[in-house]
């Protein structure tokens, strides 16, 4: 198999040539790669999966190539001697530091503008937080990739598939970690509500019920459950779900409208005091995406709950 090369090999010509430049120079190399894997061996003896991985190996690896000089010769995140810091105290500049991300093209390195704050002990680059890379040394796309797959699956096999599909390694505590921040994203976004989807139907459902998520000791320690001894070994995620069903099958019988059917969960209290001034959480819940869905809006409102006031 031919080797990777080095970014100096692959030449972004400058001026109004330099996208055409490029899309040359990855295509004869990737060529060339091609040319020097498969030699001149007959197609009938080829292990043809393994082809198509170190393949799509080597040109995502030549494009990466490709990329990261482009990134690094560009130096417009230098801001001056000193920034402020979050802390409030000034940062000052410490030169370009590089650092390896994984990314959908594999590994890339990249070179930033570092700023120190001698007050908290603590730097960021810029760049970073420009380009979204803050989290954990993965990219947008990746991270991207990450959460949808870690919704498939553990974390190991989540993990697992980044490898097998996309050719990119991601550790499973990277995926955890990655997991939990977008977990934290989406239930912070979800609390600030949200335009209505604007969709309308004569009927709308809205279900409410629970069902019991295994969790790790610590997170269960003292508290009451169904376990013989009286402990827990679950925690009930509450979820609201609404959906429409003006569709009919072959028998006239009601189905859910494809695509119309959202959810919204969390493992958190459902109990409240008819004194209370203030909603349970999972009741706010119910309301911000009754309210998102329009529900108090259709000529027919039917609900079905089974939630456990916990």
């Known amino acids: 198999m031919g080797r ?89 500049y410490h030169g370009r530091h590089g650092k390896t991300f994984e990314s959908v093209l594999g590994p890339l390195f990249l070179e930033r503008a570092y700023y120190h704050c001698a007050a908290c002990q603590s730097g960021f680059c810029p760049r970073d937080r420009h380009l979204r890379l803050e989290m954990f040394s993965l990219t947008p796309g990746v991270w991207r990739m990450t959460g949808s797959t870690a919704a498939l699956g553990s974390f190991v096999e989540s993990s697992s598939l980044l490898r097998e599909l996309a050719g990119v390694e991601v550790s499973a505590s990277q995926v955890e970690r990655a997991a939990e921040a977008l977990g934290a994203e989406i239930a912070a976004d979800e609390h600030k509500g949200g335009e209505p989807a604007g969709d309308t139907a004569p009927t709308r459902y809205l279900g409410m019920d629970g069902t019991g998520v295994p969790m790790r000791n610590s997170e269960v320690a003292d508290r009451a459950g169904k376990q013989p001894d009286g402990s827990a070994k679950t925690r009930e995620a509450k979820v609201v779900t609404i959906w429409t069903a003006e569709s009919r099958d072959n028998q006239g019988k009601p189905m859910r409208d494809p695509g119309s059917v959202t959810y919204s969960a969390a493992i958190e209290s459902a109990a409240a005091r008819d004194t209370d001034t203030e909603r349970s959480d999972f009741a706010g819940r119910v309301l911000r995406e009754a309210t998102r869905r329009g529900f108090a809006e259709a000529l027919r409102c039917v609900v079905l709950a089974g939630v456990y006031l916990e």
């Open 4 to 92: 990777c090369p080095t970014g100096a090999d692959i030449v972004c010509p400058d001026g109004g040539g330099r996208k055409k430049g490029l899309q040359t120079a990855l295509k004869t190399d990737i060529l060339q790669e091609i040319e020097a894997f498969l030699g001149r061996q007959s197609i009938e003896g080829l292990d043809f999966e393994a082809v198509e991985i170190a393949v799509r190996r080597q040109a995502l690896c030549l494009a990466a190539r490709a990329l990261e000089p482009r990134l690094n010769a560009d130096t417009s995140d230098y801001a001056g001697p000193e920034l402020p810091c979050p802390c409030g105290e000034p940062a000052r």
